[in-house]
Each structure stands twice: as structure tokens, then as C-alpha cells.
């Protein structure tokens, strides 16, 4: 049990921890890659999860507005027939599940179904914020 990420299962077969973290008052799946031999509390994954999660709301604005800002450039999002603007698209997303790899990276889905449907967006990046954003068809 992790004081920060609270209760991780291990699912030897997978290679990753698996467990439910409160994001703003909601409930996000996340998933930890963990190595042959990686120590949980010392690993790089379960350390840029306890920073994400412990500062929540510092890093929602930042991947809400990465996102956002990239809009336009998304090759999917400019055959949807709406504009939305990059205000609506803030104020919409949620996240529903946060990964972390072994390589400290983040990839964090984000769901926007009012404006999107059945896609979602997905904003990875390190400790040190959010680097690129993609469409999840």
C-alpha cells in the first residue's frame, strides 16, 4: 500500500501494477509498469505517479491546456465536423486512467464525450510536463 497511490495489485503475468487513485475527487484507473526486479517505492514510475497524483490539481491545469493547445494540430480532431474552442475543450475533458512506464514517462487518457464521443485524447510526457498529445480512436 502506497501512502500517496493507495492499494496496487500486482499482476505478475502483465508486468504492471493495477489500482484506483482519487483525481479530483474522482476515481481514475492507473497502471504502473514494474520490472523483474523494480522496487515499487523507489522506482521511477511509482515517483513521477506519487508527483502527478500528490499535486493533482497543479498538474490537471497543465494537461488540460497542453491539450487544448494542441487542438488544432491533431490530424484527426480537423475532420470532425465541429470547432470547439480551447476553453470548452478545458472545462470538458476528465481523466479516466493514468499510466506510468518504466522510462518515468506519463500517459495520461483523458475522455471528452460531449465533444468527442467514443475518442479520447491521450497527453503523455515526464516530470517535467506534458510533451505530446494524440487522439485515441
Known amino acids: 500500500r502506497d501512502p ?20 479530483l475527487k474522482a476515481n481514475v484507473g492507473i497502471t504502473i ?18 508527483t502527478l497524483f500528490s499535486d493533482a490539481a497543479a498538474w490537471d491545469a497543465r494537461m488540460r491546456a ?33 499510466r506510468f512506464t518504466e522510462r518515468g514517462r506519463f500517459h495520461l487518457e483523458l475522455s471528452c464525450e460531449a465533444l468527442l464521443g467514443d475518442h479520447g485524447i491521450e497527453v503523455s510526457g515526464n516530470e517535467s510536463g506534458p510533451t505530446s498529445c494524440r487522439v485515441m480512436i
Open 66 to 98: 497542453f491539450a487544448a493547445a494542441k487542438w488544432d494540430s491533431m490530424r484527426a480532431i480537423r475532420d470532425l465536423a465541429f470547432r470547439p474552442k480551447p476553453d470548452d475543450l478545458e472545462r470538458h475533458f476528465e481523466l479516466d486512467h493514468a
Open 33 to 50: 509498469e514494474a520490472g523483474p526486479r523494480m522496487v515499487p517505492e523507489k522506482s521511477a514510475p511509482c515517483r513521477i505517479a506519487r
Open 4 to 23: 500517496v497511490l493507495g492499494e496496487l495489485v500486482f499482476q505478475r503475468s502483465l508486468g504492471y501494477y493495477r489500482g484506483s487513485c482519487v483525481w
